[in-house]
């Protein structure tokens, strides 16, 4: 019989809902009931793409016994950390200052007021390399619950009393200078890895929000080492099994230092920002390799995340059926020399094992490899490769695919946006803008309320339950601005204005200008959380600084501008000491220290050659953090189009930064001159 998750929205709760536990979902009633039967709160927190979540619900939650100890003794939480990142990053917090670590599953014992007093991940069913088993933590905390409560909840008090006192050290209010930037790349330098690209050690996760720091970084100051970085981890990247070499697309992260085995799961948020971090490559470098997989991961996110409302789907699992019924993690993308055999004939399997690095021996298990590019002597015949592509793609397809995960969250959805709108202008790709502009339609029309408050999540055209938190406010205003300097349309600026308009008012510190990661008006859980770093993706803090300051450099808001300012006061504080847990606020950095530029186009209309190759000019400039605002003279579309008249008739470019203006130029090279200066 279901239990309570049965009526969510969640991917990841409905994959519980048959279980025996007889799960509650966050809510107060939960507690209340904790209350009412005196007994702990068990709170277990994943994500549908989670290999471990799997294998913990598989092992424990699916087990009659272990749900028929939980049911009697515990009332148990399952909550999606993609939901409720809040709740998430509380107890994750918790956990890691308890433990020195965290990951999911993240499981975490409660007292009814939801204060924390013992912590975990993953729990086997049986003891096992000195972890206990699941059975025996959760029968050591009940008796720890019955016999000894006084102690149990000063611990859970004294959580609490240390959480509330890890106040961020925000430094100043003011951006980073020229100082701070360049010990951010040394640091950065250092912590490079030079044989393989990327930063550290295993596992290795794509570094995209430092890259858009080099990126930018290489833009402003000509620094050579700063690109030279982005670049060859760019080519490592794509040439590693950590990018699908037959569909597109990128893994999460890889287990080794050189990018061979992924993690398989596929997160939308991940292949946004690298879709964008390769355009912005080719932007800079014109490298054929960037332009490929900048095009080949839009494809990947349109094909295989869109979904029938037009919104993005969240992640693809890394484990699918194996053929034997046996849901096994990679079993999608990987080849043995025999497989490729089947599906290639013996000539064209040889060339395939060569050219992707299938071995005898294999790169992952069972003989089997992942699919890389490896640096090999030799050329190969590039009709043959893409022949022998196309029929293993196709192989492929026959194939159990992994499960996707149909929830669409706003802040992901707003990276996409960002990412397809600008492909799609730089190579001349319509179909990709159109892709944005339909995913900007669906949160206008299913996630924003007539005050512009935004939901968080929604699947299958319902908006969810959930209130959204900083990074969704934020991505999404990225988007959007993303939008408006693509398509020339001023009502995505608008749209944006609503959002940040919230940023300034309920999400930022009115004394200090800090920002924290939920609304003032938003539940009340054991502290407000409040991580201005980049893990995964850009914190909501770093993100709400970038899309403040391009808000301000369309509009001349003041308020926004000064915002802006003062939230990269914290990076500041931390880019020097780690800039790879804060790139995208060096990036934003980047661009408060080049003005950022504002870019005004004016001309006929947007199907005027001249003005399209202006526009087309101005897009493709790499100044940091450049806004784009093109229309016809007299438009009231934008701000930066006011007063601006065509020159000699001709469509006109207009460059603006730090409260200066360039002269007007009507010509192509000498706009492009002026935004590579």
């Known amino acids: ?136 933590v959760l029968q050591g905390v009940r008796q720890a619950w019955e016999e000894r409560r006084d102690e149990v909840t000063e611990v859970a008090g004294k959580i609490v009393r240390d959480l509330a006192g890890r106040e961020i050290s925000y430094g100043d209010d003011q951006a980073p200078g020229e100082q701070e930037l360049a010990q951010a790349l040394l640091a950065l330098t250092r912590e490079y890895d030079p044989q393989r690209g990327g930063f550290g050690g295993a ?102 995340l869109r979904t029938v409302e037009g919104g993005f789907a969240s992640a693809l699992d890394a484990d699918s059926d194996d053929g034997t019924g046996k849901h096994v993690e990679g079993a999608y993308y990987v080849w043995t020399p025999g497989q490729l055999r089947e599906a290639l004939g013996e000539q064209d399997a040889e060339l395939a094992a060569r050219y992707f690095g299938v071995t005898e021996e294999g ?21 043959k490769v893409a022949s022998v592509r196309e029929r293993l793609l196709a192989k492929r397809a026959e194939r159990s695919a992994p499960g996707r995960d149909d929830k669409v969250v706003a802040a992901w959805n707003g990276l996409a946006i960002a990412a397809l709108a600008e492909t799609g202008a730089y190579f001349d790709r319509p179909d990709l803008v159109e892709a944005a502009v339909a995913a900007g339609d669906l949160l206008v029309r299913l996630h924003l309320d007539e005050q512009a408050r935004l939901t968080r999540t929604s699947k299958d055209g319902h908006a969810g339950a959930n209130a959204g938190v900083l990074e969704d406010y934020a991505d999404v205003a990225e988007g959007f601005l993303a939008l408006a300097s693509v398509t020339g349309e001023g009502v995505w600026l608008e749209f944006a204005g609503f959002l940040l308009d919230h940023v300034l008012v309920r999400f930022t510190d009115p004394e200090s200008g800090a920002l924290f990661d939920t609304a003032a008006d938003a539940e009340r859980l054991i502290r407000r959380p409040q991580d201005p770093t980049d893990n995964a993706a850009p914190s909501g803090w770093t993100a709400a600084a970038n899309a403040l300051l391009g808000y301000a450099a369309h509009t001349g808001s003041e308020p926004h501008r000064t915002a802006a300012w003062k939230a990269l006061g914290v990076v ?21 220290l080049d003005g950022p530029r504002e870019v005004a186009i004016v001309g006929p209309s947007l199907d005027h050659e001249g003005t399209r190759a202006l526009h087309r000019t101005a897009l493709l400039g790499t100044a940091p953090g450049a806004v784009v605002a093109v229309g016809s003279p007299g438009s009231e579309e934008f701000p930066l189009l006011a007063d601006r008249p065509l020159v000699g008739g001709e469509p006109t470019a207009y460059v603006c930064r730090n409260f200066t203006c360039d002269a007007p130029t009507t010509e192509v090279d000498r706009l492009r001159a002026v935004l590579s200066d």
């Open 1 to 136: 019989m279901p239990n309570r998750l049965a009526h969510e929205t969640s991917p990841y709760l409905l994959q519980h809902a048959d279980n025996p536990v007889d799960w509650w979902p966050w809510s107060a009633e939960a507690f209340e009931e904790a209350r009412k039967r005196n007994v702990p709160v068990l709170l277990s927190i994943g994500y549908s793409s989670c290999h471990w979540c799997h294998v913990m619900a598989h092992e424990s939650f699916e087990d009659q016994q272990t749900a028929e100890y939980l049911n009697a003794h515990y009332v148990s939480v399952k909550v999606d950390r993609e939901e409720r990142p809040d709740v998430d990053a509380v107890y994750m917090e918790a956990v890691q200052a308890a433990t020195g670590h965290g990951g999911w599953p993240m499981t975490v014992f409660l007292t009814p007021e939801a204060e924390p007093f013992y912590f975990g991940t993953y729990f086997p069913p049986a003891p096992r390399q000195g972890m206990p088993s699941f059975r025996q």
């Open 203 to 304: 596992p290795k996760f794509p570094p995209s929000m430092a890259l858009e720091f080099l990126l930018r970084h290489h833009a402003r100051t000509g620094a050579e080492g700063a690109l030279q970085m982005a670049r060859d981890t760019c080519e490592r990247m794509a040439r590693g099994g950590i990018y699908d070499q037959l569909g597109g697309g990128f893994a999460r992260y890889s287990v080794d230092r050189d990018w061979i085995v992924p993690h398989f799961e596929k997160m939308l948020y991940d292949n946004a920002l690298l879709c964008r971090v390769y355009a912005h490559l080719w932007r800079a470098t014109g490298s054929e390799l960037a332009r490929r997989v900048a095009l080949e991961t839009a494809d990947f996110m349109v094909r295989e």
């Open 363 to 383: 790169t992952f298990e069972h003989g089997q490899s992942v699919l890389q590019l490896p640096q090999q002597d030799g050329l190969f015949d590039a009709e």
């Open 572 to 592: 500041k504080a931390l880019g020097p000491r780690v800039p790879r847990f804060i790139g995208w606020g060096l990036a934003a950095a980047e661009a408060a």
